[in-house]
């Protein structure tokens, strides 16, 4: 199936509060206000780089959003994407409506738990001038469901497409295994904690299944951790990604710094300068003919 990003919504006590960081300090481009009534929520859009947005949302009434709040602090609630070839027959409740278009809530039974909203179109989008001097890209949502097979049969029932080149892999220093589902850019990836320690073991222990984490392609890794210190936001010194393939195979998939939930109110956020060995999914010619160090996406097309 064909698909692309609509939005992903993270809640927030309070929109105005929280605004200033995601627009100012990360530079993503504010595309204006909107009501969400799949999560009983009203907020703002902003252009997340190139091909996806980032719902800032705060509760109307007691619904999802509210939910998230109460539960677990706020933090990233659920996605949103463009599907008009999805399985339209599994809808958890009566219609639903964003800044971006009509939508429809999909039961979480039919996703292992992960919140899914499918958007008819993007009639009511202006998306205007989305450039970020710090972000290019949504690279991938990473999420974490308690069975991992089981939530590929899910989401295959739904019509969305594996990719078995960047599935299967195991991340050492994360104790998960993944499933890639490519986007027309970007892509949803689903993991299967392996222990109970680290981000997505605590996450998947408190819920089951969420979302764990937006990976961000910026422009200059060095430049944004520099430019986000100077604006007093925690961040991580840049790390290695490594991961080992089925046929075990170590990937260097580049290097990642990790910005402060408390900073990003509640939302994780993860920085990324990916190397080739990364996967990719979007438009060929953003495809560079080699990695450049701690850089923008460069890509190989072989």
């Not at 602090?73 to 070839?85: E, F, K, N, S």
């Not at 890209?137 to 590929?152: F, Y």
Request: with cysteine.
């Amino acid at each position: 199936m064909a698909w692309s990003w609509a939005y992903v919504s993270t809640v927030v006590p309070e929109v105005e509060e929280a605004i200033p960081f995601f627009r100012d300090t990360l530079g993503l481009c504010d595309l204006g206000e909107g009501e969400f009534t799949g999560i009983s929520a009203r907020g703002r859009l902003l252009a997340l780089g190139s091909n996806a947005r980032l719902a800032v949302v705060e509760p109307v009434g007691d619904g999802v959003a509210a939910r998230q709040l109460r539960d677990h602090r706020g933090g990233l609630c659920h996605i949103a994407v463009v599907a008009p070839d999805a399985d339209s027959g599994h809808v958890r409740g009566g219609p639903a409506s964003s800044p971006i278009g009509r939508s429809r809530m999909v039961s979480e039974n039919e996703t292992s738990g992960l919140l899914l909203e499918i958007v008819d179109g993007a009639e009511g989008l202006e998306t205007g001038n989305t450039h970020s001097v710090l972000v290019s890209e949504l690279d991938h949502v990473a999420t974490v469901v308690p069975d991992l097979d089981g939530a590929l049969v899910a989401f295959q029932h739904l019509r969305f497409n594996e990719d078995p080149s960047s599935s299967g892999w195991q991340f050492p220093d994360l104790s998960t295994r993944n499933i890639v589902m490519p986007a027309d850019w970007g892509y949803l990836e689903l993991n299967q904690a392996l222990t109970s320690d680290g981000v997505f073991g605590s996450v998947a222990a408190a819920r089951g299944a969420g979302i764990v984490g937006l990976t961000l392609t910026v422009h200059d890794l060095p430049a944004a951790v520099e430019r986000l210190r100077e604006a007093d936001v925690g961040i991580t010194d840049p790390a290695s990604v490594v991961a080992r393939s089925p046929d075990g195979a170590e990937l260097d998939l580049g290097h990642s710094a990790v910005v402060s939930m408390k900073h990003a109110f509640g939302t994780r956020l993860f920085l990324f300068a990916p190397t080739a060995e990364a996967p990719y999914f979007g438009p060929k010619e953003r495809r560079g003919a080699g990695p450049s160090e701690f850089g923008v996406r460069q890509r190989s097309t072989s």
